[in-house]
């Protein structure tokens, strides 16, 4: 491995239909605004928009045709054609109820049981589509390097540093050297001591948030293997990953930021690494989670009165 800044990896293969709404929920908010329109666009409305050449989809948005083709490739397909093709997908798999509606917000009026529906809704989606645009090729990448590795920093603040410290706890759970960061000061003095052979993970849903980017930055500068968690495949954090795993999200709304919303599809993330690594490292992982689990016994214990 070398310094120099890294790629992030993109898939030769366009994304499934599955993973086409998935995909514009994620990506929109970076996108331009003229480019945001053609997503509305198809993610709205798959089968009308399958049924209009490339010109056609241009003059219904107020777009040109290399906005569509741009939104195209932004979204994974390599031209206008491969995009009609997951979008007649779309339209099928909707047209066999498959794919679930979309909720609206959440009202500041609205009765509990509802509000309980629509957060059960949207959790069981943002799962979904986390699922759907997972790499499992970027995932299989970045088992391996912790099956194997010597210690493992993890960064993450806020929500994120919640995140991060349940994927501490559970490597060590199964014996793995892992410490989650959420002051960046400690972040940045730690990852100076990481080399080749260990791994830095960092998460952030916004992909930019500067306290997770630059630990995670020194760590490639020294070596380390490096994960970027992030909601934002583009975003500057995926500069010094070596592999990326893009989350989803519910959609966002008042009384619900993104920030907040993020966090389901980033414990799913890290559930998958977390089992993944386990299989990997049965032989070791069992004795270990074993005796994790009997040295707490005692605490789920009633107190002998």
């Given at each position: 491995m070398t310094n120099d800044v890294k790629e992030s990896f993109t898939s030769d293969a366009p994304p499934p239909p599955a993973a086409l709404a998935a995909k514009v929920r994620t990506l929109a908010p970076s996108m331009t605004r003229s480019m945001q329109r053609v997503a509305e666009a198809v993610a709205g409305d798959p089968a009308g928009c399958a049924a209009?050449?490339?010109t056609g989809l241009a003059e219904l948005t107020g777009t040109s045709e290399a906005t569509v083709v741009r939104t195209a490739r932004l979204?994974?397909?390599p031209g206008y054609r491969d995009l009609r093709l997951a979008l007649a997908g779309l339209a099928a798999q909707q047209q066999s109820g498959r794919a679930p509606a979309v909720t609206a917000d959440i009202a500041v009026d609205d009765p509990i049981a509802d509000v309980v529906a629509k957060l059960a809704h949207d959790e069981q989606q943002t799962l979904a589509?986390?699922?759907a645009g997972l790499d499992t090729v970027q995932l299989g990448a970045a088992v391996a390097a912790l099956a194997t590795a010597r210690r493992v920093d993890i960064y993450g603040v806020g929500a994120s540093g919640l995140v991060a410290q349940d994927l501490a706890q559970k490597l060590l759970r199964i014996g793995l050297i892992a410490h989650a960061h959420s002051d960046p000061h400690l972040a940045v003095t730690n990852a100076v001591q990481l080399r080749s052979g260990d791994v830095a993970i960092a998460i952030t849903h916004s992909g930019s948030t500067g306290d997770v980017i630059e630990p995670l930055r020194v760590a490639f500068d020294h070596g380390a293997t490096t994960?970027?968690?992030?909601?934002r495949p583009?975003?500057?954090v995926t500069q010094y990953a070596d592999h990326v795993l893009t989350t989803s999200t519910a959609r966002e709304s008042e009384l619900r930021p993104a920030a907040m919303s993020s966090r389901t599809s980033q414990l799913l993330v890290i559930d998958c690494l977390f089992t993944c690594v386990t299989q990997r490292t049965y032989e070791t992982a069992a004795p270990a989670l074993a005796a994790s689990y009997e040295a707490l016994a005692h605490r789920h214990s009633?107190?002998?009165?």
């Open positions: 209009l050449t490339v979204l994974g397909y589509d986390t699922a994960v970027a968690i992030t909601g583009d975003g500057p009633p107190r002998n009165r």
